[in-house]
């Protein structure tokens, strides 16, 4: 070949050892790299996550103003004198900040300090202040997160401090300043510029107050500070982040200062919304700051291995420079004649290098591979604590019911005490209500007059409806007055009306005995309802109302069930935070102190409703992190935190896998490639001077036996198959006597088998034995071709079928043993290939297992001949042909009385005279027209039939018949 197409020789050498591997590596590198520049350039985005979160958080002014005033409070009162201190700080505060804080100091006695205090009157009054404050305080931590418009001294004392603070001053926002995290911002107070808001804490050693200005309030100036000191401050080398913003209104040079090529990325922003920017030079995360404002944050790229181009330069030219050294080598020591480089060692080389490919494809799909699990057990682990916190927020229902149930309870029991209901009575439902942690109780009658847990107002809605429905389930008449006065604009017809009331307290009816929400006025609440007096008789005393506040309850089903979530099968670190009091809590309970990683979290939680990040550190542990907010507590805020380590095991446990198997593939091609070059040699040698011989037509050759193993077994059918061709007559009868010579019955099953070759010697092959007491093996194959290749070929099938002993218990090792004959007949250039079938059978349940290489599909024939089957295989391909056999198998069972048709494909290639092929529809056809219960003469039937159809064929005719009793 080599002499007569020299180009077309090395363009395949070229192809197949050089070109296909570089475009290989050249495909897999681009993938590989592409992937891990896009793995890291997603670490970096959320890096920038959580660096700008240290301008975000402060989006409300009213807070940045807040965390200014109590980080200088916090250091002044940890110092040794904090006067001093507080002295300094104010005075550089109000330097850099000048007409927007006016101040007022106490020391730890309550005095005014007058050094440090700019208002100058109302002494009396900002005593009084400090009182009140002092007073919140106390509340607020003691029952956080307090109410203050409760407080006796806030009642007594708010018209006077308002003439001071101001007349926009409401007292339930009096404990702004002392909220927890985010919640936490100044108060408003008045009308007046300059005392716009205020902001006080309250401390040990001093007390500090401030006024701030309206018009800081409402500028952006603080963000242009707050962005100046963080990039300022900024000392992180090996990510160095720097921040900007934008205000989209402004066209000076606030703008302007911003870096060209990111301006440009900004637009998109405004555009498209993509919170994720990139320029050829940075990476870039916006962030919606105000209306009218943007933030970001942005690093170079040289600070990142995100640039795969270099990584795949460098990669390419290194690996070209081998391949060059490579082909060098192979063809000097591979194709020259040399006797420095053995044929074996010619095979172990080239099996290794044929190895290599694999490992090459292995280790590239095996990167993608590991990267996409990475990617699904991410998303599984965010599932997982969806799940966990779905189950969580769905079984809030419970302690609704739970409470219900013993509300039900007691009233029952009153109930059933013939309708007394004194005041002794009665205190047993106010004091089970304050149990609940009821905000308020109601208990009222058919005369008005009720009864209160707490001094609400606003009563009288509950007192109008508890009368009409005890009137409308007595069946009594609607006709005081005050009914009609609840009419809606435009009823003033009494029938209309009553319609109308029917309505509303059949919706009562109906959430009767049940814990349900409902809006009063601007307010969500849980009612229960229920009534006092006789059912039965329609004699009702008192109407009952326990009202909770949606998140009070919300909150009471956290603390009883926290450590609940907490202990779950995936160690998943849960966290929940109370949206309106800041208030968190974690397995041990009720916290306001948490980690700043954590703390940013719940915030995020709350303000998106969803969070997802895949990376955040917790007591310094790495963990994948889920937030979201509840659909049913819809008042609390949750964080999952997973285990990344967990996620990061299953992953180095695959990486591992697939390390140790390309250790093992290399030792083991190498290890097969010099023992099988060692063993296949002589053997191969041998048989090559027979073929030599038979060319020669010298058939007293004979090759020599030294073993008994395939190659034995091979070489012996080989000296047969030589002895034979004297007399082709001779080797025909030989051949024969290689099939079975007699039908084989066993248990429920009988084969028979015929084979009819239109040449002197044919490649038609078929064979059954018992495998044991109860299975039997069912041989069938068609080796391409006619004669003397053909029969040799069919004689090594029939050798390595005697030799396997073991492996005709399994149709497909018993394949894999002949395909490994085969191929060695090729290599001696008898090339054939084998199209061959193999079914082992129960012979007791008709149970079979059937291995096909690229053989025609086997037909069943049901009980009667009427209906046939095909049993169909894909993809197999026939032995000898490529290095790694290509097989199908399949599993089923015969039903008593099916007839199964093995056969090669002479019958369906027979053509008629008008050259029509039979085809499988028409051998379909024959078998149910030729159908007979006894399988010999359903044989002959059928072998009649082919002949009528085509008289004249030339092809062999094989076919073996099974029956299942």
Request: glycine share 6%; aromatic share 12%.
């Amino acid at each position: 070949m080599k002499r007569r197409w020299p180009y077309l020789f090395w363009g395949g050498v070229l192809f197949c050892f050089f070109l296909f591997p570089l475009l290989l590596l050249d495909v897999g590198l681009e993938t590989m790299l592409e992937t891990r520049s896009q793995v890291n350039k997603k670490a970096a985005y959320l890096k920038l996550d959580k660096k700008i979160e240290k301008i975000t958080r402060y989006s409300n002014s009213k807070f940045y103003y807040h965390a200014l005033l109590k980080k200088i409070f916090e250091i002044a009162h940890k110092t040794p004198e904090p006067l001093a201190y507080l002295k300094d700080a104010l005075e550089h505060l109000n330097k850099r900040n000048p007409g927007t804080f006016s101040f007022v100091v106490w020391d730890k006695s309550g005095n005014i300090d007058e050094t440090l205090t700019d208002e100058k009157g109302y002494r009396y009054i900002i005593r009084t202040i400090h009182d009140v404050f002092k007073a919140v305080v106390k509340d607020t931590h003691e029952n956080y997160p307090g109410n203050p418009e409760t407080l006796d001294l806030v009642s007594k004392r708010l018209n006077l401090i308002r003439t001071y603070l101001g007349g926009f001053l409401v007292p339930e926002k009096l404990n702004l300043p002392l909220m927890a995290g985010n919640l936490a911002e100044c108060v408003l107070a008045g009308a007046k510029s300059d005392k716009a808001y205020f902001w006080y804490s309250i401390g040990d050693e001093l007390s500090l107050f401030a006024f701030i200005n309206d018009s800081a309030i409402n500028s952006l100036d603080y963000l242009k500070k707050l962005v100046d000191g963080v990039n300022r401050n900024s000392t992180d080398k090996e990510f160095p982040v720097r921040y900007g913003f934008m205000d989209v209104f402004e066209k000076n040079s606030k703008n302007n200062k911003i870096i060209p090529e990111i301006r440009v990325a900004l637009a998109k922003f405004e555009n498209y919304s993509h919170k994720n920017l990139e320029t050829d030079n940075y990476l870039i995360q916006v962030k919606l700051f105000t209306p009218a404002s943007r933030v970001f944050c942005y690093i170079n790229k040289e600070y990142l291995n995100i640039d795969s181009s270099a990584a795949y330069n460098t990669v390419m030219t290194l690996v070209l420079l081998i391949l060059i050294l490579i082909g060098t080598l192979v063809y000097y020591l591979v194709f020259k004649k040399s006797s420095f480089f053995s044929i074996r060692w010619k095979l172990a080389l080239l099996f290794v290098y044929a190895n290599g490919l694999p490992l090459l494809i292995l280790g590239f799909t095996g990167y993608e591979y590991m990267s996409q699990m990475r990617s699904l057990l991410v998303d599984s682990s965010y599932e997982d604590i969806y799940g966990l916190f779905e189950d969580f927020d769905n079984k809030f229902e419970n302690i609704k019911a739970e409470y219900a149930n013993e509300l039900n309870k007691l009233i029952d029991e009153l109930n059933a005490k013939n309708n007394v209901y004194g005041e002794k009575e009665l205190q047993k439902i106010f004091d089970l209500a304050g149990k609940l942690n009821a905000q308020d109780c109601f208990i009222s009658n058919s005369e008005f007059k009720y009864s209160k847990r707490n001094n609400r107002k606003g009563t009288v809605f509950l007192e109008a409806i508890f009368k009409d429905l005890i009137d409308y389930l007595a069946i009594k008449d609607y006709s005081p007055q005050h009914i009609f006065k609840l009419a809606k604009p435009g009823i003033d017809d009494s029938g209309k009306m009553f319609a109308f009331q029917k309505v509303v307290l059949h919706k009562f009816l109906n959430k009767m005995r049940r814990i349900t929400s409902e809006k009063m006025a601007q307010d969500n609440f849980e009612y229960y309802w229920n009534l006092l007096g006789n059912f039965e008789n329609k004699a009702f005393k008192h109407g009952v109302a326990v009202i909770w506040q949606i998140e009070s309850l919300q909150e009471e089903y956290l603390k009883k069930n926290i450590s609940d979530i907490s202990n779950n099968f995936a160690q998943i670190k849960c966290f929940a935070r109370i949206i309106s009091n800041g208030a968190s809590y974690i397995k041990t309970g009720k916290t306001f102190e948490l980690e700043q990683s954590l703390d940013v979290l719940l915030r995020q939680a709350v303000n998106l409703s969803e969070i997802r990040q895949e990376e955040v550190t917790y007591e310094g542990k790495r963990y994948l992190a889920y937030g979201t907010v509840g659909k049913i507590l819809d008042k609390v805020a949750f964080v999952g935190l997973f285990p990344l380590d967990k996620i990061e095991s299953v992953i180095n446990d695959v990486l591992l896998k697939l390390v140790i198997f390309a250790l093992l593939s290399i030792i083991l091609v190498s290890g097969i490639a010099l023992g099988l070059s060692n063993q296949f040699m002589d053997p191969v040698s041998e048989i090559q001077k027979g073929v030599v011989a038979i060319a020669k037509q010298n058939f007293r050759h004979r090759i020599p036996i030294n073993s008994e193993d395939e190659f034995g077994l091979l070489g012996n059918a080989f000296n047969t198959a030589i002895e034979s061709l004297e007399e082709l007559e001779v080797a025909k009868t030989v051949q024969e006597n290689l099939f079975p010579q007699e039908n084989l019955n066993k248990n429920k099953l009988k084969v028979f088998g015929r084979s009819v070759t239109m040449t002197r010697l044919g490649g038609d092959y078929f064979d059954y034995f018992e495998l044991d007491d109860l299975n039997v093996g069912i041989l069938m194959g068609d080796v391409s071709g006619h004669g003397v290749p053909a029969a040799l070929v069919m004689a090594a099938a029939k050798a390595s079928v005697i030799m396997a002993k073991t492996e005709r218990e399994t149709p497909e090792e018993l394949l894999l043993k002949i395909h490994e004959c085969i191929r060695a007949l090729n290599k001696m250039k008898i090339r054939r290939m084998m199209t061959t079938l193999y079914l082992s059978v129960d012979t007791q349940t008709g149970m079979y297992k059937i291995a096909n290489a690229g053989h025609c599909y086997p037909v069943i024939v049901k009980k009667g001949g009427n209906e046939t089957r095909f049993v169909e295989f894909e993809g197999s391909m026939p032995l000898g042909v490529v290095k790694k056999a290509k097989l199908e198998t399949k599993e089923d069972v015969f039903n008593p009385g099916d007839i199964m048709f093995l056969y090669t494909d002479g019958i369906i290639e027979a053509a008629n005279t008008d050259g029509e092929s039979l085809g499988f529809n028409g051998f379909s056809e024959l078998l149910k027209k030729s159908y007979n219960e006894n399988i010999e003469l359903y044989y002959e039937a059928l072998f009649g039939a082919y002949k009528d159809w085509s008289p004249t064929s030339s092809d062999d005719l094989t076919l073996v018949i099974i029956k299942y009793d």
